[in-house]
């Protein structure tokens, strides 16, 4: 299933005249900022389309299957290539050895080139047995207290690596589920020992134009301690590894109302906040629909990235993920709706008048600060967001695009309705 130009374009002028109404009318309102420039910094935001995001997502109680779903590698590049076509902002795909080993790299790459995809962040898994594995990651992985199963999880990780420069990635990300369930179970200096040690020979391995991604969540596989367990513990091991290592932050890897703006605001200040999973959530990691629970949250948050991006040139644009994966929605209609609600929390934070917003802070007048935050967020972006879509070839309305060349239908019809992504 590949979609044409040709196909995009005939949608988009049914709903062209609309758009171009609302978006003379929003432009001629915005006075303090050029548009044109939020349309050229949304139309180049690219987020990748992680590829375990792409078959129906499971709970530990089940899995519904949605029919249609990518098998292969190959396919699963071939539904980004449908995001891409529909949004012009999935041009990344990020892989998870062992489940997307390529069999042919060639045809791997001129699949993705065709797409004009990019791989990103290679992911490596230390938190499930493989099949053919000596030892088994029951008691943990890299923070193991075996010599043995760290250089086992230790070679898997410089194995993806290798596999990932076959492909053209420049970077690692790592998650651990490494932890304990029960007090006492593990000796807290000798895990954290161990980690560090582990990562620093792994970060050691990467070629030099590679950046390591170190990801932490509190809780879960683990319910008592996680080896990785937040920003603070990520960053000291990233310290340790060097300049190319960074922290991650994953939007559901937080505990209920941490500041994680604030969090994102430290990491940059610091040059330090390398990459970036999307997702939202109410509870825990749920990796529900990005902007689905917590918008206004999301909107802060790129508040802090954009003003980060702009005046922290040592941190590196970070690279942008979305983690987000289901059991009961189209997972291409919840990435739609994912990248969708991405772009406009984007450009909600561009349109805040920050000199405005610099003079209320000099000021402490508290609520001007809060109504200038405000004004930008109760903004209808949605104009501009379309815009930059349009720019791009894209289309103005993806997920109605999507349905109305009937995707899904055409998946099932070319794969089955029995098919299984491999994937969590
Ligand atoms: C597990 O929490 C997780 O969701 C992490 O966020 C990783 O990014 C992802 O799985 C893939 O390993
Ligand atoms: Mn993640
Ligand atoms: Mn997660």
Same mark, same amino acid.
């Not at 171009?20 to 009318?25: L, Q, R, V």
């Not at 509870?283 to 990235?305: M, Q, S």
């Given at each position: 299933?590949?979609?044409?130009?040709?196909?995009?374009?005939?949608? #988009?002028?049914?709903?062209?005249?609309?758009? #171009?109404?609302?978006?003379?009318?929003?432009?001629?309102?915005?006075?303090?900022?050029?548009?044109?420039?939020?349309?050229?910094?949304?139309?180049?935001?690219?987020?990748?389309? @992680?590829?375990?995001?792409?078959?129906?997502?499971?709970?530990?109680? !089940?899995?519904?299957?949605?029919?249609?779903?990518?098998?292969?590698?190959?396919?699963?590049?071939?539904?980004?290539?449908?995001?891409?076509?529909?949004?012009?902002?999935?041009?990344?795909?990020?892989?998870?050895?062992?489940?997307?080993?390529?069999?042919?790299? &060639?045809? $791997? &790459?001129?699949?993705?080139?065709?797409?004009?995809?990019?791989?990103?962040?290679?992911?490596?898994?230390?938190?499930?047995?493989?099949?053919?594995?000596?030892?088994?990651?029951?008691?943990?992985?890299?923070?193991?207290?075996?010599?043995?199963?760290?250089?086992?999880?230790?070679?898997?990780?410089?194995?993806?690596?290798?596999?990932?420069?076959?492909? !053209?990635? +420049?970077?690692?990300?790592?998650?651990?589920?490494?932890?304990?369930?029960? =007090?006492?179970?593990?000796?807290?200096?000798?895990?954290?020992?161990?980690?560090?040690?582990?990562?620093?020979?792994?970060? #050691?391995?990467? @070629?030099?134009?590679?950046?390591?991604?170190?990801?932490?969540? =509190?809780?879960? =596989?683990?319910?008592?301690?996680?080896?990785?367990?937040?920003? !603070?513990?990520?960053?000291?091991?990233?310290?340790?590894?060097?300049?190319?290592?960074?922290?991650?932050?994953?939007?559901?890897?937080?505990?209920?109302?941490?500041?994680?703006?604030?969090?994102?605001?430290?990491?940059?200040?610091?040059?330090?906040?390398?990459?970036?999973?999307?997702?939202?959530?109410?509870? !825990?990691?749920?990796?529900?629909?990005?902007?689905?629970? +917590?918008?206004?949250?999301?909107?802060? $948050?790129?508040?802090?990235?954009?003003?980060?991006? +702009?005046?922290?040139?040592?941190?590196?644009?970070?690279?942008?993920?979305?983690?987000?994966?289901?059991?009961?929605?189209?997972?291409?209609?919840?990435?739609?709706?994912?990248?969708?609600?991405?772009?406009?929390?984007?450009?909600?934070?561009?349109? $805040?008048?920050?000199?405005?917003?610099?003079?209320?802070?000099?000021? #402490?007048?508290?609520?001007?600060?809060?109504?200038?935050? &405000?004004?930008?967020?109760?903004?209808?972006?949605?104009?501009?967001?379309?815009?930059?879509?349009?720019?791009?070839?894209?289309?103005?309305? @993806?997920?109605?695009?999507?349905?109305?060349?009937?995707?899904? &239908?055409?998946?099932? +019809?070319?794969?089955?309705?029995?098919?299984?992504?491999?994937?969590?």
């Amino acid at each position: 299933m590949k979609i044409e130009q040709d196909q995009i374009s005939t949608i #988009n002028k049914t709903s062209w005249q609309q758009h #171009n109404e609302a978006f003379d009318h929003l432009a001629s309102t915005i006075k303090h900022i050029d548009v044109e420039d939020i349309i050229s910094t949304l139309a180049e935001f690219q987020i990748a389309i @992680p590829s375990w995001a792409l078959g129906a997502g499971g709970t530990r109680f !089940g899995r519904f299957r949605f029919g249609g779903e990518p098998a292969t590698l190959a396919q699963k590049l071939n539904d980004i290539g449908v995001l891409h076509s529909l949004t012009g902002s999935a041009g990344a795909v990020s892989l998870h050895i062992p489940w997307d080993i390529p069999e042919d790299y &060639k045809a $791997i &790459k001129e699949i993705a080139s065709s797409h004009n995809i990019e791989f990103d962040a290679v992911n490596s898994n230390t938190f499930q047995d493989q099949p053919d594995a000596q030892h088994s990651y029951k008691f943990g992985s890299l923070s193991h207290i075996h010599r043995d199963i760290r250089n086992q999880a230790i070679a898997h990780n410089k194995e993806v690596i290798d596999i990932g420069t076959k492909l !053209g990635s +420049k970077s690692l990300t790592i998650w651990l589920a490494d932890g304990s369930s029960f =007090p006492g179970q593990h000796n807290f200096q000798k895990a954290f020992s161990h980690t560090r040690e582990s990562i620093v020979d792994i970060y #050691n391995y990467m @070629p030099e134009d590679w950046k390591l991604f170190i990801e932490y969540k =509190p809780y879960e =596989p683990n319910f008592y301690s996680t080896v990785i367990q937040d920003w !603070g513990t990520s960053l000291l091991l990233a310290n340790a590894c060097g300049e190319r290592a960074f922290t991650l932050v994953d939007l559901g890897h937080h505990l209920p109302n941490t500041n994680i703006e604030q969090i994102v605001a430290t990491l940059m200040l610091h040059g330090k906040l390398g990459g970036f999973h999307f997702n939202d959530s109410k509870y !825990g990691d749920d990796d529900l629909t990005v902007g689905a629970i +917590k918008p206004y949250a999301l909107f802060l $948050i790129f508040n802090e990235l954009v003003y980060g991006m +702009k005046h922290n040139t040592n941190n590196p644009t970070p690279s942008w993920m979305i983690d987000a994966s289901h059991n009961i929605k189209d997972p291409l209609e919840d990435l739609l709706q994912s990248l969708d609600a991405a772009m406009i929390a984007y450009a909600k934070a561009m349109l $805040i008048d920050q000199k405005k917003l610099s003079e209320a802070q000099q000021s #402490n007048d508290v609520s001007r600060c809060q109504e200038i935050l &405000k004004d930008a967020y109760l903004t209808d972006v949605r104009p501009i967001v379309q815009q930059a879509r349009l720019n791009v070839s894209a289309a103005l309305h @993806p997920l109605e695009a999507y349905r109305s060349l009937n995707v899904r &239908k055409q998946l099932i +019809k070319e794969r089955g309705l029995k098919t299984a992504a491999t994937g969590l």
